[in-house]
């Protein structure tokens, strides 16, 4: 792909929302505290939150779960020319206690999980639909240090999997957290999804399931930069030395 060499309003303000994820101060991201009242089959209402679908294990504890962005946008297959977006959903997640109605902070484990949705598709695996662990040491190391692994990102939070993989508990914002999971909106069998399914389990001290979620991890690559960059595309966005023909590493 040519490009011309005129950045456009979107790909600023990507930019900016990710230094901000990655800045992000309690003024910004406030720990959500909005729940129903206790008993049995009480529903779980989280304000802002995407995608969420309560699933009570037991009376005592509720799981509220949520991906941070509605959609979270990414350059895609190809990181070879430039990058704008990494793979960097973000997990966040609380621990109910009904009972006394605070949250649980330690002496349990919260993990998240691939799931698959009802027509069968799952995404459990993003290093063979993207080539961006190819490139992220080149892009990547100056803000985030050394290059992950394939299927672990940025934050060394790994991609959902089969394999349940632990949150961490921030208590800055009063939630569970994980940070920069590498999804891409392609599932097992390569087909364009944009919505895959993750699980979100809460465990205690002994393995026994207190309550879980299941949540969307909204990612798309839609928002492509050569409808407004690529050499020859609009006559007004050309610079005045003409396109660009040198191919970007």
Same mark, same amino acid.
């Given at each position: ?135 992220? !040491? ?17 934050? !060394? ?14 208590? !800055? ?77």
């Amino acid at each position: 792909m040519k490009l011309s060499r005129l950045p456009c309003s979107t790909c600023l303000l990507c930019v900016a929302v990710l230094a901000l994820l990655v800045t992000a101060t309690p003024s910004v991201f406030k720990p959500i505290r909005t729940w129903a009242a206790r008993g049995q089959g009480a529903s779980v209402e989280v304000a802002g939150a995407t995608g969420v679908v309560p699933a009570a294990t037991t009376a005592t504890y509720r799981l509220t779960a949520w991906s941070e962005l509605g959609m979270h946008c990414i350059d895609g297959k190809d990181y070879s020319i430039f990058s704008v977006l990494p793979p960097f959903n973000i997990i966040r997640a609380q621990l109910i206690n009904m009972t006394s109605s605070t949250l649980v902070t330690s002496g349990v484990t919260i993990t998240y999980q691939a799931l698959a949705e009802a027509g069968g598709s799952i995404n459990t695996t993003s290093k063979n639909k993207t080539n961006f662990w190819t490139y992220t !040491k080149l892009l990547f190391s100056p803000l985030f240090g050394p290059a992950p692994l394939p299927d672990v990102g940025l934050t !060394k939070f790994k991609v959902q999997s089969l394999t349940p993989q632990n949150m961490v508990y921030d208590p !800055k914002f009063g939630y569970w957290n994980a940070t920069a999971v590498p999804t891409m909106p392609y599932d097992d069998n390569f087909a364009f999804n944009p919505y895959p399914m993750a699980l979100i389990v809460a465990k205690d001290a002994s393995g026994n399931v207190l309550s879980q979620a299941k949540i969307v991890l909204s990612v798309s690559d839609e928002m492509t930069c050569k409808n407004c960059h690529a050499s020859g595309s609009d006559a007004a966005a050309e610079p005045a030395s003409g396109w660009s023909t040198t191919r970007i590493r």
